[in-house]
């Protein structure tokens, strides 16, 4: 089957900020009554409590001994962290715990509509305002709204929001989730006459060298109590700022009503979004009636082709185009699930100059600014709904496939709210022209976990529930997503695709992953010629890429993982996964260098190394997950040295002595390697093209540790109480190499305007505080996040150990 595909926009958000602090604040007279629309900033000054509270709703409670938070918060990294928390959530806590806002209203903003906007809520939210229970939901990753307007207070009275959030059944995951109100919260005030909210669609049915037409719906909605005319005017703008094309639409609308508005503009010579030149167009709409302004929203969006063809694979714009794409988790390491923008800012581009070009969201929608980021930047994007649908999985709560799991989750409010989900994820995401594919679950077919099917053999457990029943989830799923966006392709992630071939699973999906299973590609496309096929879930062996590199027809892969995450762990005290191509930190491992080897056009060239168990064997290249970025070995060991290029030939020395030149056709499983004694110096590979060098890359013996070294990704912040400086420490020799085996107790203090947000290594089993003010290195390094405050300044970060010489940074916010 074909799938062709044009393009959708994205919602951009332009926030008026609110005053921070812990009483009332208002909103300011000129942003709630002289803009058609106004977002107001709702993220500081929350007050907050761990527990039960069962008058926490009611206006009148005191809460002036609750602890002040700012949002986003996620409570679970704030630890500790302990065995009985269970190892699916990285052993860290859950809970119940309340959070309340208290803000004023200037009776200038009567006649608005007032809506708070809430991007996510780990989990089971109640929402109360000035007492009166507004709305729940169940689901933690899913983007909500709840209408304030009937019972707000004006005039500087107080008014109260109150969200319970109930995580006390900490372990319902597979992986850590944290806790709390961990993503952002605005309010959004609009007039009675006003754009729906995710209600602008954008595709682009026609795409040619010359000229793309634009196809714009907009639901309008009347809240007034009586009808009238409206116009609604749309603008084109390109990435400069300049309108490229406009049209206007005048129509009448009754009180209480929606209407939906379709109009077409025509773009001249459009730029194509790509990986490789993400360009990008946003749409003003703006509506008015009797000429005054009534609304205004922008939809970013790109102009660009997608089609998934049985036979040729993935292409965009018409070019067949693998997917170099990994799956990623949601947490940022030592800041949790409440993650600054900037951290996935650098994450992703570390993944992008590794050569990957796709994002897998596993297991669940993402925060909205991380889908923006992937436009920005390039990324093509598997949106994911569900890990389970019901009944559910097994958690595990000792460690990884140990003892007796649990299978409370979401699964229990699946039958109610999976369609209105996974709706409101499509309806809210549907217009980044970064998402090419949405899933609507991952291994809801893995075998007997908990569905069952006389396809698995011998594996086949008739207590278990019918794998049938994946189609009777799965196909309202299916619906509910295409009644929401009918121009991408719905998928699965499949764990078995036997069972799901023999259910039917599989043939009611447009594109269908296979995890783990390259073994079923060439049978299954004789079997089912028209079906489309890609990796959803990969190993990173080598073997697994010839798979996809190697044939036309496999649209791409996702390696499991892109980055080391939280939970899912095998045992106490280890409380992460290893599998990422970039650590905790977002530090680039081996196994990060090989894949930049396999998928990266940049020349580059990189050593590690790893002990080898038997001298006397024939050399093997070694496991890039078990070597490691160093040159320090006990004097008599017999390494193994890999090297990871895409250059024709690389040529490999030890303090100058040449150890031989080797050749691309000398590779195993896309390794060069050799069989080295080791002898403390400088071991450097050169890149060479023709016999010329253009890349290299050294590997140094480090002397004892002598200072401490810290590096800023930036050195100005804006004083806004968000903005986040990453700072990588290091322990170093007194040449400035790294030690690989430094891990001392480190002290860390901050003066001035800000505050140290988080603190971590790649250490899996650290089970210290995030917050400090002590932490460990380890592999001779580590990060600090320090974040800003609402005040201007100078900030002083100062690491010490004793022993070694302490380091300082100054750090500007403004």
Not at 173 to 178: E, L, M, N, P
Request: net charge neutral; glycine share 10%; with cysteine.
């Amino acid at each position: 089957m074909k799938f062709k595909l044009p393009c959708r926009p994205t919602l951009l958000l332009l926030a008026a900020v609110l005053g921070r602090g812990a009483e009332p604040a208002p909103v300011p007279p000129a942003a709630a009554a002289s803009s058609p629309r106004t977002y107001v900033d709702f993220d500081p000054g929350w007050r907050f409590r761990i527990g039960e509270s069962p008058a926490a709703m009611q206006p009148k409670f005191d809460d002036s001994a609750w602890r002040v938070v700012d949002l986003p918060h996620d409570w679970s990294i704030e630890g500790p962290f302990r065995a009985e928390y269970g190892s699916g959530n990285g052993y860290a806590p859950g809970g119940l715990a309340w959070y309340r806002r208290h803000f004023q209203l200037p009776d200038a903003a009567r006649g608005r509509q007032v809506s708070l906007e809430l991007d996510g809520v780990y989990d089971n939210a109640e929402v109360w305002l000035n007492g009166c229970f507004l709305a729940r939901r169940p689901n933690g990753f899913v983007s909500f709204a709840c209408e304030l307007t009937p019972l707000l207070r004006f005039g500087g009275q107080d008014n109260v929001i109150a969200v319970r959030v109930d995580h006390s059944r900490f372990a319902d995951s597979r992986w850590y989730t944290g806790s709390g109100i961990y993503r952002h919260v605005r309010l959004c005030l609009t007039g009675p006459l006003h754009l729906v909210r995710w209600g602008t669609v954008v595709t682009t049915p026609s795409v040619q060298a010359g000229s793309a037409t634009i196809r714009v719906e907009t639901q309008v909605a009347n809240e007034a109590a009586q009808g009238g005319a409206f116009t609604l005017q749309s603008d084109l703008e390109d990435s400069d700022g300049r309108t490229v094309a406009t049209v206007a639409s005048a129509g009448s609308i009754g009180a209480g009503e929606s209407r939906l508005v379709r109009q077409e503009l025509t773009l001249a010579q459009p730029r194509r979004w790509a990986p490789d030149s993400p360009a990008l167009y946003r749409l003003r709409s703006r509506l008015s009636s009797d000429s005054a302004p009534a609304d205004e929203a922008a939809s970013v969006f790109g102009v660009r082709t997608l089609e998934f063809d049985p036979n040729r694979g993935f292409l965009l714009n018409g070019a067949p185009t693998k997917l170099k794409g990994v799956c990623i988790h949601q947490d940022g390491g030592s800041v949790g699930v409440a993650v600054p923008i900037e951290i996935w800012e650098r994450r992703l581009a570390t993944l992008k100059a590794l050569g990957v070009n796709a994002i897998r969201t596993s297991h669940n929608p993402p925060a909205p600014e991380f889908l923006d980021l992937c436009d920005r930047l390039g990324f093509l994007v598997m949106d994911e709904a569900f890990d389970e649908f019901t009944p559910g999985k097994n958690k595990w709560v000792a460690g990884w496939n140990q003892g007796v799991p649990g299978r409370f989750g979401y699964s229990e409010f699946f039958a109610e709210w999976s369609g209105r989900d996974i709706q409101d994820m499509v309806r809210r995401d549907r217009n980044h022209p970064s998402i090419v594919l949405w899933s609507i679950g991952n291994e809801i077919d893995y075998p007997n976990d908990p569905f069952t099917d006389p396809a698995l053999g011998s594996a086949y457990r008739p207590g278990n529930p019918a794998g049938t029943e994946l189609v009777r989830w799965g196909r309202p799923l299916v619906a509910a997503v295409k009644q929401a966006d009918a121009t991408r392709p719905v998928t699965a992630a499949l764990a078995s695709v036997a069972m799901s071939n023999a259910v039917g699973f599989a043939q009611i999906l447009d594109v269908d992953g296979y995890n783990y299973q390259e073994s079923r590609y060439a049978a299954d496309h004789q079997q089912f010629p028209a079906r489309v096929i890609y990796g959803s879930e990969n190993k990173h062996d080598f073997a697994a890429w010839l798979a996809v590199r190697d044939n036309p027809r496999i649209s791409g892969q996702f390696l499991w993982t892109g980055i080391d995450y939280l939970g899912e762990a095998t045992a106490w005290p280890r409380r992460a996964s290893p599998d990422g191509l970039l650590d905790l930190c977002g530090f680039v491992k081996p196994q990060g260098r090989f894949r930049q080897s396999l998928w990266s056009a940049a020349p580059m060239v990189y050593l590690c190394a790893a002990p080898r168990p038997d001298a006397a064997a024939a050399p093997t290249p070694a496991d890039p997950a078990m070597s490691a970025e160093s040159w320090n070995w006990p004097g008599q060991s017999t390494l193994t040295v890999s090297c990871f290029t895409n250059c024709a030939q690389v040529a490999l020395t030890l303090n100058g002595r040449p150890l031989g030149i080797k050749a691309e056709a000398e590779a195993v499983g896309g390794v060069r390697s050799w069989t080295v004694p080791y002898a403390p110096g400088v071991l450097r590979a050169a890149g060479l093209q023709d016999g010329r060098e253009i890349c290299a890359f050294a590997l140094q013996t480090a002397g004892p540790a002598r200072r401490i070294e810290l590096h800023a990704d930036r050195t100005q912040l804006a004083a806004d109480g968000k903005a986040v400086c990453q700072v990588e420490f290091q322990i170093v020799d007194a040449q400035g190499v790294r030690v690989p085996d430094a891990d001392p107790e480190l002290i860390f203090s901050l003066d001035g305007p800000g505050r140290i947000l988080g603190l971590g290594s790649a250490d899996l089993a650290n089970s210290e505080p995030v917050r400090g003010p002590l932490h460990r290195a380890y592999q001779g390094r580590g990060l600090a996040i320090v974040q800003s405050t609402p005040a201007a300044g100078s900030l002083a970060l100062r690491v010490s150990a004793p022993g070694l010489e302490a380091a300082g940074l100054t750090l500007t916010s403004r």
